[in-house]
């Protein structure tokens, strides 16, 4: 029964380390009465519960699995009664293209989607399924390679008028999809990392000043470039690391982003007056400079009010649905 569910989850909150195991064994038994064989599925579908219903639904292994997921998995998972009100849903693994319309179908309420399907599998022509996902307000196509401009191009997410995060890191890209993207007027996030964009096509960006994150990571990028950055007074965060011909000049102009918090310049050929010149950013408070020289990581150590990151890139808040 659902509302004992909900009681149990609650307990499992309130109760100390004695009495939580045996809340835990309630909340077991609850999940093999409602999963049933779905429980052997290998690897097991990961749930987030809230209010006796799955919040949260991932099938399958990011990255390269023997056991990916398939459609049979996707399609029975969806069709439990406790997939109703589902927000979350993440899909990794070799599951074929009819994902896309089984999912448009059965899931209205997602507002999350994540899909890894692994390459050579979502082109294009797959984009037009999501029109059915009109509650998405988050959608990560990672690594989906033969995603183009075209496939931007002809208005497939134009129906997604509440998207506010959008990744499209690894996918195939160019200026011409930056255009394409005018549309999405509620869009704060977005992912262009690893792409084929060019200065052209963040100067299309600017029909988006309501972006707050921008992830420009692994472009071939110069000064020139980030003049475009301009028109979006907005960004919080900003993304260019591995852009190895930026120099002190890019950054006076990122210095006119007051509102920066979060600035990735790994890899840029920046000198340590190009860091003086970022303490005229009022909010910055972390700084990734990975593969950036001993001296200029040491002389940005040095400024208390920073944080400098040291991975190879740095990880953008998208929680914005």
Do not use: M
């Not at 074929?96 to 319309?101: A, R």
């Not at 050579?120 to 998405?136: I, K, P, W």
């Not at 100067?203 to 992830?215: G, Y």
């Not at 020139?224 to 960004?235: G, I």
């Amino acid at each position: 029964p659902r509302g004992q569910l909900v009681a149990t989850q609650a307990a499992r909150l309130e109760r100390d380390s004695e009495e939580l195991a045996a809340v835990e064994a309630e909340l077991l038994a609850h999940r093999e009465a409602l999963l049933g064989p779905h429980l052997e599925l290998d690897p097991a579908p990961q749930i987030e519960w809230y209010l006796g219903f799955w919040r949260s639904l991932g099938i399958g292994q990011f990255g390269w699995s023997p056991h990916p997921a398939v459609l049979a998995h996707v399609a029975a998972l969806l069709a439990c009664d406790s997939a109703r009100f589902l927000r979350e849903l993440s899909v990794w693994g070799g599951v074929t293209l009819d994902v896309i319309p089984l999912v448009a179908r059965t899931a209205p309420t997602l507002r999350s989607l994540e899909l890894s399907l692994g390459p050579n599998v979502f082109d294009d022509a797959s984009l037009h399924g999501l029109r059915g996902c009109t509650e998405l307000r988050k959608l990560h196509l990672f690594s989906c390679d033969r995603v183009t401009a075209a496939g931007l191009a002809v208005g497939a997410l134009g129906g997604l008028a509440a998207l506010a995060s959008l990744h499209l890191g690894h996918c195939a890209i160019t200026d011409v999809g930056c255009a394409a993207l005018g549309g999405l007027t509620a869009l704060r996030f977005l992912d262009l990392s690893s792409t084929n964009v060019t200065g052209a096509g963040l100067r299309e960006l600017a029909r988006l000043p309501q972006l707050t994150t921008l992830d420009l990571s692994f472009l071939e990028l110069d000064d020139d470039d980030v003049q475009a950055l301009l028109a979006l007074p907005n960004l919080t965060a900003l993304g260019l690391a591995y852009s190895r011909r930026l120099t002190d000049r890019a950054i006076d102009l990122v210095c006119q982003l007051p509102a920066l918090t979060t600035l990735d310049l790994g890899g840029a050929s920046i000198t340590p007056a190009g860091i003086d010149r970022l303490a005229q950013l009022p909010e910055l408070r972390e700084l990734g400079l990975t593969s950036c020289s001993d001296e200029v990581r040491a002389h940005a150590e040095s400024f208390p009010h920073w944080y400098v990151d040291h991975r190879d890139c740095l990880e953008f808040d998208d929680e914005v649905y």
